[in-house]
């Protein structure tokens, strides 16, 4: 077979890579599938239920031969499958329940098998099977590598032909349904997919860390992208950089647990770098969004001070700003509205410039035209309104506040303070430049 | 005779929308819907009103093949459903997704074109601009790029009508679409029906709130696991048929229902 003559021409650690690359690029994407299906634990489940089987199709037919062994990993898989399916359907076991038994009984019944297999006067050609509990990519024949070139030819085109078909069918199987695709079958080819891979998987990684091939890069590439088509790429490189890197970097260790680990460092970076999703991004809006309301409170607290005084803008004893309420770090946020050109400090004063009054009076109208919806709207005691207010009203999108202003208006509830907020603080210039001393 | 009663008959296909004749639906064999019978005419906005677990969702889903008919049959404008699926659109519940799907709001809208594009054809130009409009018909074009987590519940709803409106539909099913929306899109969404209404589309709607009956719908389904009445809202919506529909829930045919159950094989 030409592909044999390509495959026998590389060296071990060039075939190492290459199936390591292939089976973490087709886990990747498959596993992808069952995650968003909300199936990844019937890929643990596949693996840990392929063990009797291997067991079985060994000592049926004495030889490591990897297709028979296949072939026994595929039958124990579909049977684990069977089982849960009627243990679901005609007991009232839930589905998780049902795969944690199955998955532990077969799985127990394999090693059972395995003990007996590893007994001297069976053949003690053990030597291929227990690399099948954590896995040896250092086993690898230009037989594992068509079979898995193979794979993932097969499973790569389906999946870049029926994209569609498979996306709907696990976004939304009654919509699908009712357009009339035959959503069991497609629910079928995904399984039957998930099945193989599972099945080439285990003498690379074994049947203890399987599932994590499959869950994990998919669950990091889901940090990275809201798309779908994204996400099965992504899925696949990680799976690949993670087969790869797992590898060769744990050489010496089970590789199994090199390539689930370095799956799980891939996660764990993605969990605190990636945008949106990710901890870093998260405190940091978090942080930011902290930052713009202790501004706005700023602003808000000079407006109130100044209100005795409109139009005039007054100097206003930083003490008194100081006692207005608690702050945490009163001269940073003063530093910031001075370098927004919000603030104009003297001494031990401080006064709204006209673009601060304009600001503090737009957030003051907000404020209140808040505390009056809750008081009016939501039935809440007047003394725990502003609290509330305080938390939300940051929040508020623009189209609300007006919709709020307009409701308060008609009602004849729009408080007199903010009437009198001047339109244009730029026609108060004059009077308040004179009234300061 | 006979071949002037086939045409008779073929005259009021055209009209009929809807023909769901002596359907019982049963989930576990427990029946849960029985011996329904009724017609809707085409280009009706109609609703389907009844207590919780009276079968309103049931017959939805029976209707589009979504659960087996333990008897009877749905026809939808004189013709079986598998032969008329791209003559009739959905909106499921909208708790019936996971929101957290990485799909974009133009994604799922796309998705109303995948029945008429069919195998292997991907979403071109023209899918594209079917989903534009559609996005504008429910006025959410602005988000057609966000993750459909990011949106309201409001929003939401519009997007799964968004969908249903790429389908093209003749007949539309809607299962509790102004479940859990805001003010803005419920006005939103009645205004769509009307639009779709006198586009002489076929509406059926899940609905709850028994106060917008008269102000929604033109026909009425009134349903408590077998039909209570079905036809125009002035004649049908009555005091007499809703005291039927409401009063009391364990009639004798939630009797009968139980004792089937009990008669099974303990497991």
Known sequence: ?437 | MAASGRYLRKCTMSTTALEIHDMTVAYQRRPVLWDIDLQIPAGKLVGIVGPNGAGKTTLIKAALGLVPLASGKVEIHGKPYHQQRQAVGYVPQRESVDWDFPVTVRDVVLMGTYGSLGWLRRPGRSEHAIVDRCLQQVGISALANRQIRQLSGGQQQRVFLARALAQDAQLYFLDEPFAGVDAATEAAIFKLLQTMRSAHKTVLVVHHDLQTVRDYFDHVILLNMRLVACGPVETTFTQENLHLTYGGRLTILDEAAEAMRQREPQR
């Open chain 1, 1 to 437: 077979m030409m592909g044999t003559l390509f495959f026998d021409s590389l060296n071990l650690s060039q075939k190492v890579m290459l199936g390591t690359a292939l089976l973490g690029g087709i886990s990747g994407v498959i596993g992808s599938f069952a995650v968003l299906r909300g199936r990844s634990l019937v890929g643990d489940m596949l693996a840990h239920a392929a063990l009797p089987g291997i067991c079985l199709a060994f000592l049926l037919w004495g030889t490591r031969d990897l297709w028979a062994l296949s072939l026994g990993a595929l039958t124990s898989g579909l049977l684990a499958i069977a089982t849960v399916t009627w243990l679901v359907r005609w007991t009232r076991t839930k589905e998780d329940a049902a795969i944690g038994i199955v998955l532990s009984t077969f799985f127990g019944v394999g090693v059972v098998l395995l003990s007996v297999i590893q007994k001297p006067h069976i053949g003690g050609n053990k030597a291929g099977l227990d690399s099948y509990l954590f896995g040896e990519p250092a086993n690898m024949l230009s037989d594992d590598l068509v079979l898995l070139t193979v794979v993932a030819g097969v499973i790569l085109s389906l999946v870049f032909f029926f994209f569609k078909e498979f996306q709907l069918v696990c976004f939304d199987t009654d919509f699908a349904q009712s357009q009339g695709w035959p959503t069991l079958k497609i629910d079928l080819t995904l399984m039957a997919a998930l099945t193989v891979v599972t099945i080439v998987g285990l003498p690379i990684v074994g049947v203890i860390l399987m599932a994590a091939m499959l869950i994990l890069p998919a669950a990091t590439a889901r940090l990275w992208t809201n798309r779908l088509q994204v996400l099965l790429v992504l899925a696949g490189l990680c799976g690949m950089l993670a087969a790869v890197g797992g590898t060769q970097l744990g050489r010496g260790l089970p590789a199994g647990a090199a390539i689930v680990l370095t799956a799980a460092g891939l996660f764990v970076l993605s969990l605190v770098l990636a945008p949106q999703r990710g901890v870093v991004a998260r405190l940091r809006s978090e942080w930011q969004l902290r930052g713009r309301i202790a501004r706005e409170h700023l602003l808000r607290s000079l407006y109130e001070l100044n209100e005795p005084y409109l139009p005039a803008r007054q100097q206003l004893p930083l003490q008194s700003l100081q006692d207005y309420r608690h702050w945490s770090a009163l001269p940073k946020l003063l530093d910031a509205a001075e370098a927004d050109a919000f603030v104009e400090r003297q001494d031990k004063t401080v006064r709204l410039t006209s673009l601060g009054l304009k600001r503090a009076a737009e957030l003051t109208t907000a404020h209140r035209l808040w505390e009056m919806y809750l008081m009016q709207h939501a039935g809440i005691a007047p003394d725990h309104v502003d609290r509330d207010a305080d938390d939300v009203e940051h929040l508020l999108p623009a189209a609300l506040l007006v919709e709020l202003e307009q409701q308060l208006e008609q009602e004849g509830r729009l408080p007199n303070t903010i009437t009198s907020v001047p339109d244009s603080p730029h026609q108060l210039e004059g009077p308040s430049e004179s009234s300061t001393p």
